[in-house]
């Protein structure tokens, strides 16, 4: 019995590569032991082999056995140390996966993937970003970076990294390279809005010198330090607290006017904002203008000029990028034809 404690606990110390290579030239020497012990019970030694399975699994569909005494002396060695060492591997198995389960909840796993949303500093702000990017895409992985104790948003496919985002290392566990889009929301744990946009300011530029191809949105705290963000290549800046606002004063000066923003805004249902590719049948915006409406979509602007509606005579230029009003399903089939 000493022995057989000994034994156990060296196999429970093992590396889990040695104990699956011990546990594949058990079956396999077993299963020639017992052919060569009975070979007319089992008369192929695949069937021997099926037999230490099942006996291993304790199964045992009783449709081979040994018969000898040697067979039984043998069929008890396989229950004793068989069983256990299956038993042994099956565990191995559970604890990887709950070390694995606790890693990916305390954001020690590196993501492998691409085309992914990476979304820095967790905040309700984030919360709702990611219900929105699952509106709009339920198939669509995230990964969030911050600095929390454990997985912020339990969902298959959001990804946590827990780390600095400054530091390269973290941006690379996220797999920043390989990342469709980074949106930077403002760390609500920094009191000091001018440190806020100084850390965010920090991750922009570690996101541009690692991945200047993602493209990258920021949350800014103070708008005289949009010019800041410039000089990193950030493509996009939304002003903290701007937009609610700009919504409070629309609302009090435009009745109605918050729910047509409000729509537009959620995903969800109706209508939404749209890229449409150009169409090189389309020679000016009155084309596309008629085109996309016989569609059942509204053309609103090229980029940011929203002024075309009285440019319908004009040539649509090369680098032209026209936005859309129109339900999903418009959309999807607007890119389908264009």
């Keep these: 019995m000493h022995i057989i404690l000994r034994l156990s606990r060296k196999m429970v110390r093992m590396r889990k590569s040695v104990l699956a290579t011990t546990t594949v030239l058990f079956v396999l020497l077993s299963a020639t032991i017992a052919y060569m012990i009975e070979p007319d019970t089992f008369t192929h030694w695949f069937n021997a082999l099926y037999w230490v399975l099942t006996t291993m699994a304790t199964v045992g569909y009783g449709d081979y056995f040994m018969k000898s005494i040697g067979g039984k002396i043998f069929t008890v060695f396989l229950y004793i140390f068989g069983i256990g060492l299956l038993s042994l591997i ?5 604890d ?9 909840g305390a954001g020690k796993l590196k993501y492998v993937g691409q085309d992914h949303i990476i979304i820095i500093n967790w ?10 990017l699952f509106a709009s895409n339920p198939e669509i992985d995230i990964v969030i970076i911050d600095q929390l104790e454990k997985h912020p948003y339990d969902h298959p496919q959001v990804h946590y990294v827990n780390g600095d985002p400054t530091k390269d290392e973290t941006l690379q566990q996220a797999e920043i390279s390989t990342a469709r889009a980074a949106i930077i929301f403002a760390d609500s744990r920094i009191d000091d809005a001018s440190l806020v946009d100084g850390k965010s300011l920090l991750v922009a530029s570690s996101i541009e010198r690692l991945a ?3 493209h990258t949105t920021v949350e800014i705290m103070l708008e005289n330090h949009i010019k800041n963000f410039h000089h990193v290549h950030v493509n996009e800046f939304v002003l903290s607290h ?30 939404d904002i749209y890229h449409i590719p150009t169409d090189a049948s389309w020679h000016t915006y009155g084309e596309a203008f008629q085109a996309l409406l016989s569609q059942g979509a509204t053309l609103i602007s090229d980029r940011n000029d929203m002024t075309i509606n009285r440019k319908l005579t004009e040539h649509i230029p090369a680098e032209a990028k026209l936005f859309v009003i129109c339900d999903p399903d418009t959309h999807t089939r607007l890119i389908n034809k264009f």
């Design 212 to 214: 200047s191809h993602v």
């Design 96 to 104: 990887s996966m709950g070390e694995y389960n606790r890693r990916r």
């Design 242 to 271: 701007d937009a609610i606002s700009r919504l409070a004063v629309r609302s009090a000066l435009n009745e109605g006017n918050n729910d047509v923003l409000a729509q537009l805004l959620n995903r969800q249902y109706g209508e």
């Design 90 to 94: 099956i565990s191995k198995i559970v």
């Design 123 to 132: 905040s309700k702000k984030a919360h709702y970003a990611i219900d929105e």
